[in-house]
């Protein structure tokens, strides 16, 4: 890998963004190597969290204007080739929404643009007190991209949505978390130990009850009441088999930690 890190320590796997000197901002290159990562960890059963981040002290300045990926003038949105490269874009979204296992985004310094929505799209955030938050598009003469217009009105309503859109405004992750962007904002020599102690919480958690849960939540949005009970009766059948529910009701009656393995 060129321009990501991937570091894997028993059940989790960091994969830091690495190009500091652009503050992480998304070239071709890169965009390639997450969507090979996010696809090669899927169906990996020894994986049981997926922790996004960025080197440097930013998260992700969002797509590199400077050329070679989707948000060169050259390439994007003229032609043929602009498309490609914007559903290459849409590819690497999918990988990361469809991973089974719970993603957390760790934010410090800056998630703009593309690099927002990356951070939108993992299943948790927890942001530095120095961490901020654009939807910078309007203010590049461009539209929401890397999901933004799906995540966003879900996360923060409509209206809200609208007016981070439009107005492309810098918002500090103490703004961000009273929108529900982020899940928890913490000191900035705080924030390892953090997502350390919650990667490790979820990895001692049922992989596969917490995968049928976060699929459900993910459909919910689209969905009905009727098609939402339906998923919650088929996923819970699946669970009365699993060992795993053994394990929980051995530990409950016997007072015990279960440890859960995920069969």
Known sequence: ????????????VT?????PEKKNALNQRMWDELRETFR????????????????????CSGADLSGGGPANPES????????????DVGDVVMALHNLPQP?????????????????????????????????IFAKRGLSLDAGG???????????????????????SAQEAEKLGIVNHVVA?????????????????LPPLALSMTKTMLN?????????????????????????DMTEAMMAFVNKTTPTFKGR
């Open 103 to 135: 993603t957390i985004a760790k934010v410090t310094g800056v998630a703009a643009g593309a690099g927002c929505n990356l951070a939108l799209g993992c299943d948790l955030i927890v942001a530095s007190e120095s961490a901020r938050f654009s939807q």
């Open 188 to 204: 900035d020599d705080e924030i390892d130990k953090f997502v350390d102690e919650w990667a490790d919480r979820l990895c001692n």
């Open 1 to 12: 890998m060129e321009t990501i890190e991937v570091e894997r320590a028993g059940a989790i």
């Open 76 to 87: 994007s949105g003229r032609g043929p080739s602009g498309l490609a490269s914007m559903r």
């Open 219 to 243: 459909n919910s949005i689209g969905g009905s009441l009727h098609e939402s009970l339906e998923d919650e009766a088929r996923c819970q059948t699946v669970n009365f088999k699993t060992e």
């Open 40 to 59: 090669s960890l899927a169906p990996d059963a020894a994986v049981r969290v997926v922790v996004l981040t960025g080197a440097g002290g930013a998260f």
């Open 15 to 19: 994969i830091t963004l690495n190009r």
């Open 149 to 171: 217009s799906w995540l966003l009105p879900r996360l923060v309503g409509l209206h809200k949505a609208k007016e981070l859109a439009f107005f492309a405004d810098v918002i």
